[in-house]
């Protein structure tokens, strides 16, 4: 009862939001409580609205992400079905491996299993090789083009104890950072609308 009023209370006062989030989480914190993500994604979804209500000219959460990072990637992981069934009330872009899947419809949500930042511009460029693209001619834009993930994030958000990967590198380069201290399993909702109080309180400057 007494984290539903604080929460209320935090929210009331919420005006603006990320518009693009991505959260990098572990193999096994997934593992732990594969049933978090839904509720992670709901949350978000739930906070958005209420933000919207808050200040109409806010366009609220447009898609969020989710990365979790894994030591096997060629793996098929057993939370699969978990992170499947979101494509009921979600947009699902789905990664891992070799193969990609695109299922339901809503907000936009792409779950990246295992992928390296390092690995996707390694991968940019042998395309762009492939095609013959002139060295004269490479230019981030291009490259841009070439990339698996067009998201830009507004806010990363890493959980647990664990190091940052470098999931989105290029695309993350103007992102802003929060380190949340506890694991993806323990998240509450009032831990999310604290960190998107934080994202507010902070002056993006875009490399600038």
Same mark, same amino acid.
């Not at 933000?51 to 979790?68: F, L």
């Not at 990363?156 to 380190?179: C, N, P, R």
């Given at each position: ?26 193999? !096994? ?8 993500? !839904? ?104 490259? !841009? ?30 992102? !802003? ?32």
């Amino acid at each position: 009862m007494i984290y539903q009023i604080y929460e209320w209370r935090l929210l009331r006062y919420l005006d603006n939001i990320p518009q693009v989030i991505c959260f990098m989480i572990s193999d !096994e914190e997934m593992e732990n409580d594969p049933e978090q993500i !839904e509720r992670i994604i709901r949350w978000c979804s739930e906070i958005s609205d209420k933000v919207r209500k808050n200040n109409s000219s806010c366009p609220g959460i447009k898609e969020i992400i989710v990365h979790i990072s894994t030591s096997n990637p060629d793996e098929v992981p057993g939370y699969l079905s978990y992170i499947r069934s979101l494509s009921s009330f979600v947009s699902l872009d789905l990664h891992y491996g070799d193969n990609t899947e695109r299922s339901g419809a809503g907000i936009p949500v792409t779950v990246a299993i295992g992928k390296s930042g390092r690995e996707e511009i390694a991968d940019a460029i042998q395309s762009m090789a492939l095609d013959n693209v002139s060295s004269k001619d490479v230019t981030p834009e291009l490259l !841009e083009k070439y990339l698996t993930f067009s998201h830009s994030p507004d806010f990363m958000i890493k959980t647990g104890g664990a190091h940052l990967v470098d999931f989105l590198i290029w695309q993350s380069v103007y992102s !802003e950072l929060f380190f949340l201290d506890l694991n993806w399993e323990r998240i509450r909702k009032i831990d999310l609308v604290r960190a998107f109080r934080d994202y507010l309180s902070r002056s993006r400057r875009f490399g600038s």
